[in-house]
């Protein structure tokens, strides 16, 4: 019976003829003992049982791994070299190989487990971490004695926040190991705090393309260089992160790098000159053990070897320079005591646990015990396969067992490189370890020692100033919080101040909202004062109106309608007064909507004053008969009236005005809400018509006699209201804010002194002061003084 391993080269690729890597040579070397151990331990693993192996080196390489699986499969011994290609074709039936050890990379383990999958030969990685290999679907036959990248990226993630790092960055390499290591870290990341400032993934051999390398290397420095990561974490194989490193070295990067498992332990990385220039590592590692007796195995059986295979390897090896070669058949043999200081300490140690693995399953399904085996070895690889998976037991202190997806319960050992300043030599050392119930184990103390605030761009912010990300980078800035939010502190995020407050000019706190509107603020107290005067205008023009009813001028401006004219618009005064305070129901009712019908009450006696002036010139007799059919005032004003009322009832039944709170930026106004805006814009429209069909009218007159220039003076306050309505009806339509109510009570007082000054004033002022032409006959001379200018006869008597 036949345990096959497939190894390869973990620091070069594609293994040259003149390479050759120690590590990867003893660990070739460990599975034959431990396979020598299950044969010939007293007492016997396997009585009556030998297992056999046969070794073959992939180079690291995806074909020639497929190559060499395809020769197990077929039990065939005509090994094939790294430089020698050969044509396989493989008949999968049931052979003497019953499991396969290896390999170390994860790609091309993917490639292996493929086609051991095909014959159920279980295939133990040692190495490979890949989480795409727990796929079970995928990869029935795929075990491990290492943890999987999944449980890696959690103990990662773990030591991160352990560290309180706030900004990591992720480089990967595009194969099975760098890229799904990298996408799981990045997952598990995503349900902490922890930001991850950039992910570069390299090509998975870049170190191979001396063309582009210089390319990616620059690029990935640069990156680094502008980052505000914390720690640098690498996924890829040893001989790619040796070049970063070596940039690393060159450009002084001196950042904290957290290696995986892949190269955490690498001599030739941590011996490089200068490494202490790049910075600080921390790395995991699978828990490392010695292989016991192993390196009293390589002592006793590698000096003065007479096994072919040791003697051709070993006059290959130089401990000072493993790249070297020995001279071609020098039998110059080295210490083999040197070699011992190259044994590592986890993939020796897991190879050695793959082999007993399968020695376990072996011993299992024989159902062997010490003296002998009860069934016969006769037995094919699937039934080898799941007995292995169930095993349970312990070696040398370490319990392994698999669960479903055929990886071990095993932790993770946390290394750090140490750099000795006076020797300059970096010795890497254990510093903690990690295990998925207990997580993170470190020194107490070790958190505030490593101290990366160098990178972290998280700062302090002004009052009034929030950390706000940009863009996808970890690096957050201070923004300023916008209007209505507020900030005390330390960069708290922007929390809103509500309807009622607003947020001071430094956005640092909360500031109570003045009510508008207020009796005392000063454009308030200017309006009050000409709606006081207007009203006491108003009540003396009644008065002194009153006094001189009977005389001519009082007759010109209406006689009796001019007092319905005068208290009008003493109403239009007295209901400005609605609007300056806060508003309740009765105010808005009587604001604007009353406000238009007093007025158009106001505009309908001009009016009719206007008919009748032209009635009592009108000479011809066309003309006269129809106007004079309209020269009825009360009729005439209520029906102007009356149908100012009718556009207001429905409007307030339907829509009635009601008082609305409207809070602002800085202020919070109480105003009437604007649903009946469309009848209040119909109300004011139609008091709009009659004050142009009243200027029209007015500007008609002006070619009649008139002492008192009356037509002149309602054209002028005619005129002057629809200027009026043009321009602050549209001002108020659109406005909003405290100055609404103000630019509707503007207008009301705007327009009601246009007919106290420019028509009711003069009129006024003839009374008091020019008594000469109050009366009849200055009328009836000024009525004759026109016609003789004119050359009319006139008829006096």
């Given at each position: 019976?036949?345990l096959q391993?497939i ?18 040579f ?7 003992y ?22 073959y080196?992939?180079?690291g390489?995806?074909?020639l ?6 020769q197990?499969?077929?039990s ?5 070299n790294?430089s020698?290609p ?12 019953k ?6 990379s994860?790609?091309?383990?993917v490639?292996v487990?493929?086609i ?18 727990s ?10 004695t290492?943890?999987s990248d999944?449980?890696?990226a959690?103990a ?7 560290l309180?790092?706030?900004?990591v960055?992720?480089?990967?390499s595009?194969d ?5 290591s990298s ?5 598990t ?5 922890i930001c991850?400032?950039?992910?570069n ?6 170190s191979?393309?001396?063309s582009?390398?210089?390319k990616?290397?620059t ?9 505000v990561?914390?720690a640098?974490i690498?996924?890829t194989k040893?001989?790619?992160?040796k070049l970063v ?5 060159k450009?002084?990067l001196n950042?904290t790098w ?7 332990t690498s ?7 200068d ?5 600080k ?5 699978s828990k490392?053990?010695d292989?016991p007796g192993?390196?009293n ?6 000096k003065?070897t007479?096994?072919a295979?040791?003697?051709?390897y070993?006059?290959?090896i130089?401990?000072s320079?493993?790249s070297k070669?020995?001279?071609e058949?020098?039998k110059?043999?080295l210490d ?9 300490r ?16 072996l ?9 002998q085996c ?15 998976k169930?095993v ?8 392994i067992?698999?669960?479903s997806?055929g ?14 300043i ?9 510093i903690?370890?990690?295990f998925?119930?207990?997580?993170v ?12 605030s160098?990178y ?5 912010c ?8 940009q ?8 923004v ?6 507020f ?7 922007c929390?809103?101040c509500?309807e009622?407050?607003?947020s ?12 508008y509107?207020?009796?005392?603020d ?12 207007g009203?006491?205008?108003?009540v003396?023009?009644?008065i002194v109106f009153?006094?001189?009813r009977?005389t ?6 209406g006689?009796n309608?001019?007092?319905?004219e ?13 609007l300056?305070?806060r508003p ?13 019908i ?7 006696c001009?009016?009719?004053n206007l008919?009748?002036?032209?009635v009592g010139?009108s ?6 008969t129809w106007i004079?059919k309209?020269n009825?005032p009360?009729a ?9 009322f009718?556009?207001?009832v429905?409007?307030f039944y339907?829509?009635?005005l ?6 602002l930026?800085?202020i919070i ?6 649903d ?7 109300m004011l429209g139609?008091?709009t018509l009659?004050a ?11 070619e ?7 037509a ?8 002057l209201?629809l200027?009026?309505?043009?321009i602050?009806?549209?001002i108020?339509?659109?406005l909003i804010?405290k ?7 503007v ?5 009601s002194?246009?007919?106290v000054c420019?028509h009711?004033?003069p009129k006024?002022?003839?009374m ?7 009366n ?6 000024n009525i ?6 004119r050359g009319l006869?006139?008829?006096?008597s």
């Amino acid at each position: 019976m036949k345990l096959q391993t497939i190894s390869d080269n973990a620091n070069y690729p594609i293994l040259l003829p003149t390479s050759f890597s120690i590590q990867t040579f003893l660990n070739s070397q460990v599975m034959i003992y431990a396979i020598r151990e299950l044969n010939q331990r007293t007492p016997r693993v396997l009585p009556n049982i030998t297992i056999g192996y046969d070794i073959y080196d992939t180079c690291g390489d995806v074909s020639l791994a497929i190559r060499a699986t395809l020769q197990l499969l077929q039990s065939q011994t005509d090994h094939q070299n790294c430089s020698r290609p050969a044509n396989t074709h493989a008949s999968f039936r049931e052979t003497q190989l019953k499991a396969v050890i290896g390999d170390s990379s994860s790609e091309v383990s993917v490639a292996v487990a493929r086609i051991t999958a095909l014959s159920s030969v279980a295939q133990i990685s040692y190495a490979s971490t890949s989480e795409r290999l727990s796929n079970k679907m995928k990869f029935p036959t795929f075990l491990r004695t290492i943890s999987s990248d999944e449980n890696q990226a959690k103990a990662i993630a773990d030591l991160v926040m352990k560290l309180n790092w706030t900004a990591v960055a992720i480089v990967g390499s595009d194969d099975a190991y760098g890229r799904y290591s990298s996408e799981r870290l990045e997952k598990t990341f995503k349900d902490t705090e922890i930001c991850i400032d950039f992910i570069n993934i390299l090509p998975s051999y870049f170190s191979q393309n001396k063309s582009e390398t210089h390319k990616w290397l620059t690029d990935l420095v640069s990156s680094i260089n502008s980052s505000v990561a914390e720690a640098i974490i690498i996924f890829t194989k040893s001989s790619n992160v040796k070049l970063v490193i070596e940039a690393a070295i060159k450009g002084r990067l001196n950042r904290t790098w957290i290696a995986s498992d892949s190269w955490s332990t690498s001599k030739d990385i941590s011996s490089m000159q200068d490494i202490e220039l790049a910075g600080k590592v921390f790395g995991f590692i699978s828990k490392k053990n010695d292989v016991p007796g192993f390196k009293n195995y390589v002592i006793s059986n590698f000096k003065n070897t007479t096994n072919a295979f040791l003697d051709h390897y070993l006059t290959r090896i130089n401990c000072s320079h493993e790249s070297k070669i020995r001279p071609e058949g020098s039998k110059q043999w080295l210490d083999p005591s040197c070699l011992t200081k190259h044994i590592d300490r986890d993939y020796s140690y897991n190879t050695y646990l793959a082999v007993r693995v399968i020695g376990e399953g072996l011993r299992r399904l024989l159902k062997c015990d010490n003296q002998q085996c009860e069934r016969t070895p006769n037995f094919t690889a699937l039934e080898l396969l799941m007995e292995i998976k169930k095993v349970n037991f312990t070696v040398n202190n370490t319990h392994i067992h698999f669960d479903s997806k055929g990886d071990p319960s095993l932790g993770y050992d946390i290394v750090y490189w140490s750099t000795n300043i006076s020797t300059r030599k970096t010795h890497i050392e254990t510093i903690g370890a990690y295990f998925s119930k207990d997580g993170v184990k470190i020194p107490e103390g070790l958190e505030s020692n490593v101290n990366v605030s160098v990178y972290n761009c998280s700062k302090k912010c002004d009052p009034g100033q929030q950390l706000q990300e940009q863009g996808k980078r970890c690096c957050k800035i201070c923004v300023q919080c916008a209007e209505g939010d507020f900030s005390p502190k330390d960069g708290e995020e922007c929390k809103s101040c509500g309807e009622e407050k607003y947020s001071s000019p430094q956005k640092d706190t909360c500031l109570d909202k003045p009510v508008y509107p207020i009796w005392l603020d000063p454009f308030n107290i200017i309006l009050c004062c000409f709606q006081s005067l207007g009203i006491i205008v108003t009540v003396v023009f009644i008065i002194v109106f009153t006094i001189y009813r009977n005389t001519p001028v009082v007759k010109a401006v209406g006689g009796n309608l001019c007092f319905l004219e005068l208290f009008s618009l003493l109403a239009c005064f007295c209901l400005t007064f609605n609007l300056n305070g806060r508003p309740t129901k009765a105010s808005c009712t009587l604001g604007l909507p009353v406000f238009g019908i007093a007025f158009c009450l106001c505009i309908s006696c001009i009016l009719v004053n206007l008919l009748q002036i032209v009635v009592g010139f009108s000479f011809s007799l066309n003309t006269g008969t129809w106007i004079k059919k309209l020269n009825k005032p009360v009729a005439v004003v209520s029906i102007l009236s009356g149908i100012q009322f009718a556009l207001f009832v429905p409007g307030f039944y339907y829509f009635p005005l009601t008082p609305q709170k409207l809070p602002l930026a800085e202020i919070i106004v109480y105003q009437c809400n604007t649903d009946s805006i469309v009848f209040i814009g119909l109300m004011l429209g139609y008091n709009t018509l009659l004050a142009l069909i009243g200027f029209l009218l007015a500007i008609k007159g002006k070619e009649l006699p008139d002492l008192y220039n009356n037509a002149l003076s309602v054209a002028v306050s005619m005129l002057l209201h629809l200027l009026i309505c043009i321009i602050f009806i549209p001002i108020y339509m659109n406005l909003i804010g405290k100055y609404k109510r103000a630019t509707a009570i503007v207008t009301m007082l705007a327009s009601s002194y246009s007919i106290v000054c420019f028509h009711l004033a003069p009129k006024f002022y003839i009374m008091l002061f020019r008594q000469e032409i109050n009366n009849e006959r200055a009328i009836t001379e000024n009525i004759r003084m026109h016609y003789v200018q004119r050359g009319l006869a006139v008829v006096t008597s």
